[in-house]
C-alpha cells in the first residue's frame, strides 16, 4: 500500500466550504435587500419632491396671475 494514498473525500471534509457558501449567500442576499429598500425610499422622496416643485410653481402661477389683475 503506496505512503501517499489519499482518503477519499466526505462531507465532514467539505463543511468548511459550504459553510463559507452558506455565509456569501446570506450577505448577498442581505445587500440585496438593503439596496431594494434604499431605492424605494429614494424613488418615493424623488416622487414627492416633483410633486412638491409642480404645486409650488402652480401656486406661484396663479399668484401672478392674480398680482397682474
Given at each position: 500500500?503506496?505512503?501517499?494514498?489519499?482518503?477519499?473525500?466526505?462531507?465532514?471534509?467539505?463543511?468548511?466550504?459550504?459553510?463559507?457558501?452558506?455565509?456569501?449567500?446570506?450577505?448577498s442576499?442581505?445587500?440585496?435587500?438593503?439596496?431594494?429598500?434604499?431605492?424605494?425610499?429614494?424613488?418615493?422622496?424623488?416622487?414627492?419632491?416633483?410633486r412638491?416643485?409642480?404645486?409650488?410653481?402652480?401656486?406661484?402661477?396663479?399668484?401672478r396671475?392674480?398680482?397682474?389683475?
Amino acid at each position: 500500500m503506496p505512503k501517499n494514498k489519499h482518503p477519499p473525500l466526505s462531507l465532514k471534509n467539505l463543511t468548511g466550504a459550504f459553510l463559507v457558501l452558506l455565509i456569501g449567500l446570506c450577505l448577498s442576499f442581505l445587500a440585496f435587500l438593503g439596496e431594494k429598500v434604499f431605492f424605494m425610499t429614494e424613488r418615493r422622496h424623488q416622487h414627492r419632491s416633483r410633486r412638491l416643485q409642480k404645486i409650488t410653481a402652480h401656486v406661484t402661477e396663479s399668484s401672478r396671475k392674480t398680482a397682474q389683475e
